[in-house]
């Protein structure tokens, strides 16, 4: 059962995903592409907040120290 703080960082991290989704697709940038796509996907399949946070704040991070 999804609690409440879950559902919140779920909706924020899909937010910020869709925002690197659509600046990859506007800038033909793969990375941030790629990185919107997974931010967009993992909360379904992550049920502990502790680790949402973790994976989250990595996949953001990725962008800023992965330049192609």
Sequence with gaps: M???TLLFFAI???FIGLSFFMYG???KAIVP????IALCIFPYFVQ???LML???A????IPYFVRI
């Design 2 to 4: 999804p609690t409440p």
């Design 12 to 14: 924020v991290f899909s």
């Design 25 to 27: 697709k506007r800038q």
């Design 33 to 36: 592409l790629v990185v919107g």
């Design 48 to 50: 502990d907040v502790l």
């Design 54 to 56: 973790v994976i989250g």
């Design 58 to 61: 990595g996949l953001i991070a």
